[in-house]
């Protein structure tokens, strides 16, 4: 009824296929499966769907996620997530911060992001801080944009930019003296 592994045996590997349980042996075949499943643990798993807010959802608050989020209704507070996807009919009324940023529809607030893309749909009134952007023709936009190497660590943006440390580095008139 049982026989030795030959998985830590050398020589050749074939596939094990599973053979059906005989009636009355759900015990040992239970086992089996177990013991099957600890080769797999390993294996890895498939990412999590988009939560979805639906187009008739209204939410008042902050949503915090690792996931990703896609937003299709009315959202009046800051969004933080690894992808966050605004549907053509949602608006947005807040700060968000996600790695991926896709804009189809509206936000007011600031936009921070390491890739955002507004696409022809989108309309963003507030600042947008990002490593990369793309802007397609149609996006309505009012604000102003930034390029930061780190756009996510939530500090003020460095004073002045690359224009104070290009005026740091340029050499300074000697004073007279008196």
Not at 36 to 61: E, F, M, N, Q, W
Not at 148 to 165: N, V, Y
Request: without cysteine; positive net charge.
């Amino acid at each position: 009824m049982f026989s030795k592994s030959k998985i830590n045996e050398p020589g050749a590997k074939t596939p094990e296929t599973p053979k059906p349980a005989a009636t009355g042996d759900a015990d040992t075949s239970g086992a089996k499966q177990a013991a099957a499943s600890d080769y797999r643990a390993s294996a890895p798993k498939a990412k999590p769907p988009a939560s979805v807010l639906s187009a008739d959802l209204h939410i008042t608050g902050n949503l915090k996620t690792t996931g990703d989020i896609q937003i299709e209704g009315t959202v009046e507070g800051d969004i933080r997530a690894h992808l966050l996807t605004v549907g053509e009919g949602a608006t947005v009324k807040g700060e968000v911060m996600a790695d991926d940023v896709v804009v189809n529809g509206r936000i007011v607030g600031r936009v921070r992001g390491l890739k955002v893309r507004l696409t022809a749909t989108a309309r963003v009134e507030g600042d947008i801080i990002h490593k990369t952007i793309a802007i397609e023709s149609g996006a309505h936009f009012e604000g102003s944009v930034q390029r930061q190497d780190d756009p996510l660590s939530g500090g003020k943006p460095q004073a002045g930019g690359q224009a104070a440390a290009k005026q740091n580095a340029a050499p300074q008139p000697a004073k007279p003296s008196s």
